[in-house]
């Protein structure tokens, strides 16, 4: 089993950034990609960014490339998500989940590649 615990959410207004964690217990962290989709009112849950066990690869959807940043501390058992220049349209509830398959040097993008995940941090952006 895999807890993760997602924090940083709030309200801030358009232009601005925020910086979620995702702190993990449970199974070996450093061994997997982990990833954060978000969801809408509304809409589906999508992909926002992944980062591999290592570091070394990332991917981004092509709406938050340039203005958020993954990154993960495998000695913390901890991934973040840096999101700057904040639009209105990224209000949603971010999720973190980690990937099912070890080692991954692929990284997943689909909801179906995930098979732990968060409870969600709500991040709301005004304009």
């Known amino acids: 089993q895999v807890q993760l615990v997602e924090s940083g959410g709030g309200l801030v207004q358009a232009g601005g950034s925020l910086r979620l964690s995702c702190a993990a217990s449970?199974?070996?962290?450093?061994?997997?990609?982990m990833g954060w989709f978000r969801q809408a009112p509304g809409k589906e849950r999508e992909f926002v960014a992944a980062?591999?066990?290592?570091?070394?690869?990332?991917d981004y959807a092509g709406s938050v490339k340039g203005r958020f940043t993954i990154s993960r501390d495998n000695a913390k058992n901890t991934v973040y998500l840096q999101m700057d220049s904040l639009k209105p349209e990224d209000t949603a509830i971010y999720y973190c989940?980690?990937?099912?398959?070890?080692?991954?040097?692929?990284?997943?993008?689909?909801?179906?590649?995930?098979?732990?995940w968060g409870q969600g941090t709500q991040v709301s952006v005004s304009s």
């Open positions: 980062i591999t066990w290592n570091s070394r690869s990332t």
């Open positions: 449970g199974r070996a962290f450093s061994a997997y990609a």
């Open positions: 989940a980690a990937d099912r398959i070890i080692s991954a040097r692929i990284l997943g993008v689909t909801k179906e590649r995930y098979d732990y």
